[in-house]
């Protein structure tokens, strides 16, 4: 999986909890991202990050917070979790932003069950 | 509306066939179109990338079209093996950290 980590792998946990992600790259790419993804849908994008300390929203960031104080690490929050928000969580990191024709690495995916 | 469509959901075939995907996009502008393998349980894997100026791309057994015109690609597999069961991911990019991802093919391979 290209040098990246993520953890917890399996996370179960309660409605109106709070839950972080992490994802850990060896690679020193400085794009990184969150998707989530649901049965009978693609890959979404919730948050996306260009560097250290930046990052932006993507399609489907109501209820998730990221930080990036490191280039190697990405945090995902879910401030307070609901069961709309049980899903798969991959992290991917690529050199460049998309428009070139650079390969976007995915990690292994976080499986978050929120009862 | 930006999307990417994929067919068919799921196909078998059984091992030593070939098969082909097929992924209608209707999404601008076009930056590249992408194709991913998943395992279950696995993140996606890069098999090829094109850009708007390509209309093949190999990766081994996997050949990859694109027909800019008709915003069609396609998947082709030759000789498949058991361990090419797997989803096929479809991706347009729009540009920067545009990415729109198709819900997958699902295939599996009978021995």
């Known amino acids: 999986d290209a040098g990246i980590t993520q953890s917890p792998r399996h996370k179960v946990t309660e409605t109106g909890t709070p839950v972080t992600l992490r994802c850990h790259q060896t690679?020193?790419?400085?794009?990184m991202y969150w998707y989530r993804q649901d049965p009978g849908h693609g890959l979404r994008l919730i948050h996306y990050s260009y560097g250290v300390k930046d990052t932006d929203k993507g399609e489907v960031s109501d209820g998730y917070s990221v930080s990036r104080s490191k280039t190697e690490d990405f945090l995902l929050t879910l401030e307070s979790a609901t069961s709309s928000q049980t899903s798969v969580y991959f992290c991917a990191i690529s050199e460049s932003s998309g428009g070139g024709a650079d390969t976007q690495y995915f990690g292994p995916g976080t499986r978050l069950t929120v009862l | 509306k930006n999307q990417v469509e994929q067919s068919p959901q799921s196909l078998i075939i059984l091992e030593g066939k070939n098969c082909t995907l097929q992924c209608n996009y209707t999404v601008s502008p076009f930056s590249n179109l992408r194709w991913y393998k998943q395992d279950t349980g696995r993140g996606p894997v890069s098999l090829t990338i094109m850009t708007f100026s390509e209309n093949t791309k190999s990766n081994g057994r996997y050949t990859a079209t694109l027909d800019a015109d008709t915003k069609q690609s396609s998947l082709h597999i030759t000789a498949s093996q058991l361990s090419d069961s797997a989803s096929y991911i479809c991706?347009?990019?729009?540009?920067?950290?545009?990415?729109?991802f198709g819900t997958g093919t699902r295939l599996k391979v009978l021995a």
């Open positions: 690679e020193n790419h400085r794009y």
């Open positions: 991706v347009v990019s729009r540009g920067t950290y545009k990415y729109i």
